[in-house]
C-alpha cells in the first residue's frame, strides 16, 4: 500500500530536477521494450502535471542484459494471455 501511495504522491508532485520515480506503464517503445507492454519505467512529472518517460538513462551491458530477459519474460505473458483479451 505504500508503494502504491508513494507513487500517487510521485504522480502528483513535479520531480526534483535530474530526479525519477518509477511505475509500470505501457510502453511507447522507449528502451527497446515493444509497444504497449506494461513495463516498469523511471519517469518523471513535470510541472504541467504530466508524467513523462525519463529518456537520459544509460544502462550498462550488465543492465541491458538483465532487462532483456524480463521484457522476453514479459511478452511471452501477454503471448500466453492474449485469447483472453478479444
Same mark, same amino acid.
Request: aromatic share 6%.
Given at each position: ?9 510521485? /504522480?502528483? @508532485? ?5 530526479? /525519477? ?7 511507447? %517503445?522507449?528502451?527497446?521494450v515493444?509497444? %504497449? ?5 523511471? #519517469?518523471?512529472?513535470?510541472?504541467? %502535471? ?9 544502462? @550498462?551491458d ?11 519474460? #514479459?511478452? @511471452? ?10
Open positions: 500500500a505504500k508503494a502504491a501511495i508513494d507513487t500517487v504522491i510521485a /504522480c502528483e @508532485s513535479p520531480t526534483p530536477s535530474g530526479g /525519477c520515480f518509477s511505475a509500470a506503464i505501457a510502453s511507447d %517503445g522507449s528502451y527497446g515493444p509497444e %504497449g507492454l506494461i513495463c516498469g519505467y523511471p #519517469l518523471m512529472t513535470l510541472a504541467d %502535471g504530466t508524467v513523462e518517460i525519463k529518456r537520459d538513462i544509460v544502462l @550498462s550488465f543492465a541491458m542484459e538483465k532487462f532483456k530477459i524480463s521484457i522476453d519474460e #514479459l511478452s @511471452s505473458e501477454r503471448e500466453a494471455v492474449k485469447h483472453l483479451l478479444k
